[in-house]
């Protein structure tokens, strides 16, 4: 029986050439930017004494958004914007634009990287999933954004940051504004990563922009156990019902494929759970299957590790061990996946990167970079979904 990788009790690498203090030069390829250390800044920073200044920027706008709605413990704001697309220069991600239609996702993933993001509003990163702020005029300001000859020919990754089909897309309707927009136009390349089947509501515009330009979505799963998925990530669809967005998309010519991210070591890390991720994402019909282990910066772990406490008191510990040295995990833990998950991409005949799907115009630099394909796929395999092994059970 496989079991789940074992954490150990102190760092692999005792010369700590694996565990990097903030911002490191890592060669795997990764949707999310660089990101700067938060350990002294967000709303519990310290400030010198004196008047509190005067809030700027985007502190600024969201302090007067204007309150849109409130439900479900959640509020809405409506956040004006300049722009829709913001320029991405980290050497480690494999677009040069993203969009996010939203700051703050309602789906409350405790691991989430991106709760920094509302400390630059000067907000507790704890509000993440309880304010959310929707970006006024998305769809104008996308039209106006892509006509720019700057953004001809580079690839567009939609949802690097917040899911752009949580719960508040189905009352504004932001996304589908901005791929209304994309729609409009040729010779784009265009991706978007969410973890909601609410992607497939757009089936008519994504068959519009695959007619003219290169699309293809990426499902998010990180584990097939929906007690532990709804633990993890208290308000976001099923894993099957993710699987089963994947399969609609394949069916419509869609290219489509799932991202095992992140990985959580102890948790949704075993053979048997990977293995059977990866044999449902086959069978669902994705064209790859790609995973990364967790990345907890500090807003992060102001939340994930007290659930971790709570839930998993003796993998909170090592937690804590592991991520006070640096944002990420040891570099030995981090090849044992990634060699785990290039055995699952040959067994089920699962690509590396995203393929083209209808009159596509080619990989764009950047993209063809960061997913370099060293994969050559071996014969289809038949054996059922982990079959062989049983998943262990952790709740």
């Known amino acids: 029986m496989a079991t789940a990788t074992t954490i150990p009790t102190t760092p692999q690498n005792s010369s700590n050439k694996g565990v990097l203090r903030g ?15 938060q350990r002294d800044s967000g709303p519990g920073a310290l400030l010198p004494p004196g008047p509190r200044p005067e809030r700027v920027g985007i502190a600024r706008l969201a302090s007067s958004s204007p309150l849109a709605d409130a439900k479900r413990g959640t509020e809405y704001f409506l956040l004006p914007a300049r722009s829709i697309l913001n320029h991405c220069d980290s050497e480690h991600v494999p677009f040069s634009w993203t969009v996010n239609p939203y700051r703050g996702c309602e789906f409350g993933c405790h691991y989430c990287y991106a709760r920094y993001t509302h400390e630059y509003m000067e907000l507790d990163s704890a509000d993440f999933e309880r304010k959310i702020y929707v970006k006024k005029d998305a769809g104008p300001l996308a039209g106006r954004d892509l006509a720019m000859e700057k953004v001809q020919g580079e690839h567009i990754a939609i949802g690097t940051a ?26 784009l390349s265009v991706s978007i990563t969410t973890k909601s089947n609410q992607v497939v509501r757009d089936l008519d515009l994504l068959r519009r922009i695959a007619a003219h330009s290169t699309i293809h979505v990426n499902l998010s799963i990180t584990t097939l156990r929906p007690r532990l998925a709804r633990l993890l990530e208290p308000r976001a669809p099923r894993p099957d019902l993710r699987l089963e967005a994947v399969r609609e998309l394949r069916a419509a010519g869609i290219a489509a494929g799932v991202f095992a991210m992140p990985v959580l070591p102890g948790l949704t890390d075993s053979e048997a759970d990977l293995d059977a991720l990866a044999c449902a994402s086959r069978d669902a019909g994705a064209q790859w299957f790609a995973a990364r282990v967790l990345y907890l910066m500090p807003s ?59 009159p596509a115009q080619g990989v764009t630099p950047q993209l063809e970079l960061a997913f370099a394909s060293s994969n050559v796929n071996p014969p289809r395999q038949t054996d059922a979904c982990a079959a062989q092994s049983p998943l262990r059970v952790l709740i």
């Open 23 to 37: 911002r490191r030069r890592d060669p795997t390829p990764t949707l999310f930017p660089d990101v700067p250390n």
């Open 300 to 358: 992060a772990q102001k939340q994930f590790l007290p659930f971790l406490y709570a839930k998993f008191p003796k993998l909170a510990r090592r937690y804590r061990e592991w991520f006070s040295r640096s944002n990420y995990a040891p570099e030995a833990y981090n090849h044992e996946i990634s060699d785990r998950v290039a055995s699952l991409r040959k067994k089920y005949d699962l690509g590396t990167r995203p393929l083209e799907a209808g």
């Open 162 to 187: 917040t899911d752009p089909y949580q719960p508040a897309e189905r009352e504004f309707g932001a996304t589908r504004a901005i791929l209304e927009q994309m729609a409009a136009r040729s010779g």
